[in-house]
């Protein structure tokens, strides 16, 4: 079963207490062989004194022994001279020097330790963020003041546990914290990096957006987390401008597809206008030119040649009327289907543009609703412009496969190809719109556009579009 952040912050049990003593423990051995490092070991210093102790009684009753027998103050006076003779030195030399040694080491490193603490405090004060210090086996952190000040409360008011830090965690967000932090405590050499909401103790904002970073610096032999720090930073203006961001850029796209839904109404308007009203009036002239052809005198023949002139005048605006009207809307979409209307423009342009095009398109009609096949057929268009205008190609290959829930399209050329960075940038300051066209296109569609283009290498287009089932 999955481990929950509550049991491994916090396994409260023996095994953890004889860590934390054992631990304990070995930092204050360390403690002091670091008081020890000029002089000597304290039990060596209390051995010597001893020793010396002893040596000096030795001496004082062997020369006491060797004199002739003294007054009582005498021999007391002696033999606190000899005792002072002889110990002074091994104080001096074994307890005082290195006692003032170790003071004054003690005094260097408490500096830098003060220097160091300060600096960190004022990094922290100049990137405004909090610091956590986190015992793996208790759930016991330690938190610095700008933490709580950060949400608004006093640094006594949220105690140093897991859990108030968690009860603090907005409940949608609380599955993304502990995985994260399952990840980082299970995952030696994974750092935790998670952005949640934390509850306020103000109601503006009542929920304020923290990035949680940290790792764990740690581990016991079998490799379990003891240990965790790490920082919290106030990233709400942050999040704040990305919701505001993203909700213009919604607002774009929404104007964006509006637009395009509006000029393809026009151009269906268009078409109509020109096939229906246009068309009829030039095969209604067509007509009159005929009649009148008719009524011509057999000795006519200037006039009926420019009859015969006219009524090819005639086909010909027919048949550019017709083909722009067909560019405006393409009424095959609604007669033949999208299959066959891609199939058609491709081997237009093929027989056009004198290119080799190879093709494979499976049958993809009524998987998409109108709207959607007549802009996938518009993403087709501007493609094949392109590669006419610019790829200088005589190759190109097409695939259109059907997968389970979306449709795969793909366009490759073997043409100059081109630096897809430098024609964006040109796009940006030339207020061209060509990809970014295309990529919005399919973002309308709820789909993915993808582009790779090197120069000499020829371009592949890879967009895909969902479809309900």
């Given at each position: ?15 953890s207490h004889?860590?934390d003593s ?12 670091q ?8 039990k060596?210093i209390?051995l ?11 001496i ?13 103050f ?12 002889i ?7 074994f307890?005082?020097r290195p006692m ?17 603490e ?15 210090d ?10 610095t003041p700008?933490?709580?000040?950060m ?6 008011e949220?105690?140093p ?6 009860n603090?965690?907005?409940p ?7 995985n994260?932090i ?14 949640v909401?934390?509850?306020c103790?103000?109601t503006?904002?009542?929920w ?10 740690e581990?016991?032999t079998?490799?379990s ?14 999040k ?10 919604q ?17 269906k308007?268009?078409?109509h ?16 030119i ?9 000795h006519?023949?200037?006039l ?12 010909q ?7 722009l009207?067909?560019g ?9 289907g999208?299959t066959a ?15 080799k ?13 109108p ?7 518009r993403i ?9 205008k610019?790829a ?8 259109v496969i059907?997968?389970n829930s979306s449709?795969?399209?793909?366009i490759?050329?073997?043409?100059k ?22 990529k919005?296109?399919v ?7 993808k582009?790779?283009?090197q120069?000499?290498?020829g371009?592949?287009i890879?967009?895909t ?5």
């Open positions: 079963m999955k481990e929950t952040p509550q049991k491994a912050f916090g396994n409260d049990t023996p095994e004889t860590a054992a631990k304990l423990s070995w930092r204050n051995n360390a403690s002091w062989k008081f020890s490092i000029v002089g000597l070991p304290p060596t209390i010597l004194m001893v020793l010396s102790i002893f040596v000096g009684e030795l004082v009753m062997f020369i006491l022994h060797l004199w002739p027998e003294l007054p009582v005498t021999e007391a006076l002696i033999n606190a001279l000899i005792l002072v003779l110990i002074s030195p091994t104080l001096v030399l307890h005082y003032v040694s170790n003071l004054r080491q003690r005094d260097s490193i408490l500096g830098q330790l003060l220097l160091s300060e600096r960190l405090n004022l990094a922290l004060q100049a990137v405004n963020d909090g610091l956590w986190c015992n793996v086996q208790t759930g016991e952190i330690y938190f700008r933490f709580a000040t949400l608004g409360y006093s640094p006594d949220i105690k546990t897991f859990d108030s830090l968690k603090l965690v907005h949608e967000d609380r599955d993304l914290f502990d994260a399952n990840e980082c405590l299970h995952s030696p050499g994974k750092y935790l990096r998670v952005e909401r934390l509850k103790r103000t503006n904002p009542e304020l957006w923290v990035l949680i970073r940290g790792n764990v610096v581990r016991a079998d490799g987390p003891l240990r965790a720090v790490g920082t919290n930073t106030n990233i709400h203006e942050r704040q401008a990305e919701a505001a961001l993203h909700q213009s850029e607002g774009i796209r929404s104007l964006s597809r509006q637009l395009i839904n509006n000029s393809e109404t026009e151009k308007h268009l078409a206008e020109l096939h229906d009203d246009f068309g009829q009036t030039l095969a209604f002239i067509k007509i009159q005929k009649n009148i052809q008719k009524k011509l005198l057999k006519q023949n200037e009926k040649e420019e009859c015969e002139n006219s009524l090819k005048y005639a086909d605006l027919i048949e550019k009327v017709r083909s009207s067909h405006l809307t393409p009424l095959s979409l609604n007669h033949l999208l209307s891609l199939q058609s423009m491709i081997e237009n342009f093929s027989k056009y543009s004198n290119l095009i190879q093709k494979d398109i499976a049958n993809i009609d009524r998987l998409f609703p709207l959607a096949e007549i802009t996938i057929y087709f268009q501007e493609i094949f412009t392109n590669i006419e610019h200088n190609s005589d190759y190109v290959k097409v695939e059907k997968q449709v795969s399209f793909k490759e050329d073997n043409g190809g081109f630096d897809i960075e430098r024609i964006e940038l040109n796009y940006l300051n030339e207020k061209r719109i060509g990809l970014a066209s295309l919005e296109r973002r309308m569609l709820g789909g993915r556009f582009i790779q283009s120069l000499n290498e371009t592949k890879n967009f579009v969902p479809f309900e089932k």
